[in-house]
């Protein structure tokens, strides 16, 4: 491999580990041997597109009249099988977010303060994708962004409310008119507890309360072949049982699981806790009057406390 491509090569390896300046970059290539010109950098960041893999894209920001450049994965999901890619596989694109160039801007603006250490000014949030925003409507949220997420095919963010001190989780189609502001410290801590609230969860959805309970789930023979091959929580153990299905999870309540549980129809069947059972019974009642048209056929949310 010749000298260009090898310090292409490294180029690539090191911006996608973390970000840097060009005179950050001159002084790494200098240590590892590479001699170059400010002006032969410049070039060599101008070609690192033709070479970087057709789903990364190089991405610069600035913060504090300094330039910094980085690689990061483009924002297209891709929902191909991990570790197998095919010209014959096809995506449904079934429950594929519809990214237009409003989101990708948002995104890109959530991106970037996250890596500059911004908090967010929101102007409002609108409708209710995750039980933060159970009133459909508010203004004026200030957050401090941790990381964004992908779950089923739809981006989320999660971040530090910095008001309440809490963690909450936004569908990025929830934001309207993003702005970064002040800095702020201690991401760490904050990046910490979004994680353990997240692993709390089923999936991203705000849990009725602070409680982490044993759920055990059994399914129908065929049913719980399927469940058995997919991943739905970190927590998760399934063992087969007298012809079914067992799966055991730690995690807390939602209503995500809720309509997880309603995928499966009638072959599925909660074994504990009866506060699952209860809210299941509930749910089906709710259901049965809207299909009788004995209750307005309005959003409605029966975790709403």
Avoid at 27 to 33: D, N, V
Wanted: charged fraction near 30%.
């Amino acid at each position: 491999m010749g000298e260009y491509l090898r310090r292409l090569s490294f180029i690539v390896k090191i911006i996608k580990e973390n970000e840097y300046t060009s005179e950050q970059l001159m002084m790494i290539l200098s240590e590892k041997g590479f001699s170059l010109s400010q002006r032969q950098l410049q070039r060599d960041l101008k070609s690192l597109q033709d070479i970087v893999p057709h789903d990364e894209e190089l991405k610069s920001y600035f913060l504090e009249g300094k330039k910094y450049f980085y690689i990061k994965k483009s924002l297209e999901p891709n929902l191909k099988p991990v570790g197998f890619d095919s010209v014959y596989t096809e995506s449904t694109r079934f429950y594929h977010q519809n990214l237009d160039v409003k989101k990708v801007k948002a995104l890109e603006r959530i991106e970037t303060a996250i890596y500059q250490r911004k908090t967010l000014e929101i102007e409002l949030v609108k409708d209710d994708e995750t039980g933060h925003n159970l009133d459909l409507d508010a203004s004026k949220l200030i957050v401090c962004p941790v990381k964004l997420i992908l779950h089923r095919a739809s981006y989320y963010l999660a971040c530090m409310n910095c008001k309440t001190k809490t963690v909450e989780v936004y569908g990025i189609r929830q934001l309207v008119q993003i702005n970064l502001s002040k800095s702020f410290s201690d991401f760490q801590n904050m990046k910490n507890a979004v994680d353990q609230e997240l692993n709390k969860r089923f999936g991203v959805t705000k849990n009725i309360d602070d409680q982490v309970h044993d759920i055990e789930i059994e399914f129908t023979s065929a049913t719980g072949r399927f469940i058995e091959d997919h991943h739905w929580h970190s927590s998760q153990k399934i063992t087969k049982t007298n012809g079914t299905y067992l799966m055991t999870m730690h995690c807390g309540i939602n209503r995500e699981l809720m309509g997880w549980l309603f995928l499966w129809m009638y072959n599925v069947r909660i074994i504990r806790p009866k506060i699952l059972k209860s809210l299941y019974k509930q749910t089906l009642q709710e259901c049965e009057s809207t299909l009788k048209e004995q209750t307005p056929f309005v959003y409605r949310n029966i975790f709403k406390s």
